[in-house]
């Protein structure tokens, strides 16, 4: 199967700040993977489908790169809506279709 | 409006079984595959079962592998998961989760349902 690896875990940055979370995939999964917010008490939101597309109503501060087993996603200036958990998924061939641990962004 | 409403969560003893349900409207339900995920509270997501658009394949996770069932009725708009011979460690938030294509997945998600398995 393959594993997913997040980093950082957690990461404190203040509104207006440029941020990027690291997904790292245990084998090539092309560009097959996806990034998901996720707020308290709620279920997770689409952002970033194959790798760099973002999904329809998510803002243009959000983008996605990368391809093979390394991808980040870059949020370009932070607003007080983005404090939250971000988690990318992978989606390559036929599951299991593993998430990442997860990184909690917070305010500093 | 696309939407998941799920149902059926709740205490089980350890060993017992229950059924989750979601049920979609505002879409063609039986274009689309579907996904259960899971969430102990306060930690990660966890994948562990996938049908297809027409039911005839389905994948799980190792976790749950003999022990749950994920179906659907495609003419109820509805998908189920089985769940038999809970342990403790089943106790998490469920979701289901619908994949647009074999790109987009999880594009809607249903609001979950948290399963207690303790005695």
Redesign the interface.
Known sequence: ?IQMTQSPSSLSASVGDRVTITCRASQSIS??L?W?Q?KPGK????LI??AS?L?YGVPSRFSGSGSGSHFTLTISSLQPEDFATY?C?Q?YS?????????TKLEIK | EVQLVQSGGGLVQPGGSLRLSCVASGFTFRSFDV?W?RQVPGQ????I??ISSSGGSV?Y??SVQGRFTISRDNAKNSLYLQMNSLRAEDTAIY?C?R??D??????Y????TLVTVSS
């Open positions: 199967d560009g097959y996806n998901y996720q279920a997770p939101k689409l489908f194959g597309t999904e988690y998924q989606s036929t599951p299991p279709y593993s998430f990442g641990q997860g | 996904n995920v990660g997501l966890e994948w079962s996938h994948f996770a190792d979701y989760a994949d647009r074999s790109l987009a997945k999880g594009d998600w249903g609001q979950g």
